[in-house]
């Protein structure tokens, strides 16, 4: 029993050491986005694995850097997505996402509602 208990308490430090490193190379990798260009953040929640995209635009929607990780646990790893680079976000449409798993096509997707929804917001903004 104490065996058992001990071996949940190493996997527990072990998620915590692991999802501590993701974070730092999250910020990292958010830094040095944001010191070039506007950033996009999106996440999607599945129900046993999920997607975290993080895009670098310029001020026309222009993907300019692309980092994707994806998968359920916390040995994923953010991985570039050259496919998207160059692209512009609002003309990404399905047939553009066809090579990549449903959850990764789904936080896409809610990257490109985001972006247009924030986007109708700053025009009434200027409106008002």
């Known amino acids: 029993m104490e ?34 260009g506007n950033v996009l953040v999106e996440r999607k929640k599945g129900i046993f694995s999920g997607a975290i995209i993080m895009l670098q635009l310029d001020k026309e929607a222009n993907i300019r850097d692309c980092l994707l990780m994806s998968g359920a646990t916390f040995f994923s790893s953010w991985r570039s997505c050259e496919e998207l680079i160059n692209e512009n976000l609002l003309s990404i449409n399905e047939e553009n996402l066809n090579g990549y798993k449903k959850t ?4 896409i997707a809610k990257a490109v509602e985001s972006y247009q929804k924030s986007k109708e917001k700053e025009l009434k903004e200027k409106l008002v």
């Open 3 to 36: 065996i058992l208990f001990l071996f949940f308490i190493v996997l527990v430090i072990l998620q915590w050491f692991f999802k501590v490193k993701q974070t730092k190379v999250l910020h990292t990798h958010y830094n040095k986005f944001l010191e070039t």
């Open 104 to 107: 990764v096509r789904k936080v």
